[in-house]
């Protein structure tokens, strides 16, 4: 029975990965600068690795030991900012403004998830999983930034 749980999160998190893979390709399917279209491939490449991990740990070829817990700068800029609505982002600021709120909700997804979960293995990748997520929030928050308040020549 408990296998049949640990299964149905797993599960549950692979789809929530196989959904972040459509939304940035989607996105990436705007016409947007070259470099902006970089950086949604660059993230889409994450999720299929967090994915992928996740099928093989259901599937017993990989441990939580696989990931590390990363620490990451949290800016909070999703939490203060409103998420711009998908059909009204056109510029690098927004993209990445929006990727921000979708990396956010899939921190907090991993790290709820694994706080209603025992210590242990599951508990520890669901907590490894958010750290991801929480780096991937902080990269999109740091290039938001960069986009939305560029450097001037006056400082």
Known sequence: MQDKKISEVIDMAIQREE??????????????????????EWITGEEKKHKAFLVNYREGRQGPDALTMRASLNYKI??????????????GANIFLMASHRELKSYKFYSELAHLHPEGKLRTTLLKMASEELAHKEKMEYLYSNAAFPQTAGG
């Open 78 to 91: 999703a939490e203060h900012l409103e998420e711009p609505p998908i059909e009204t982002v056109m510029d």
């Open 19 to 40: 959904d972040a893979i459509t939304f940035y390709r989607e996105l990436s399917n705007k016409p947007l600068d070259q470099s902006i279209k970089d950086t949604l």
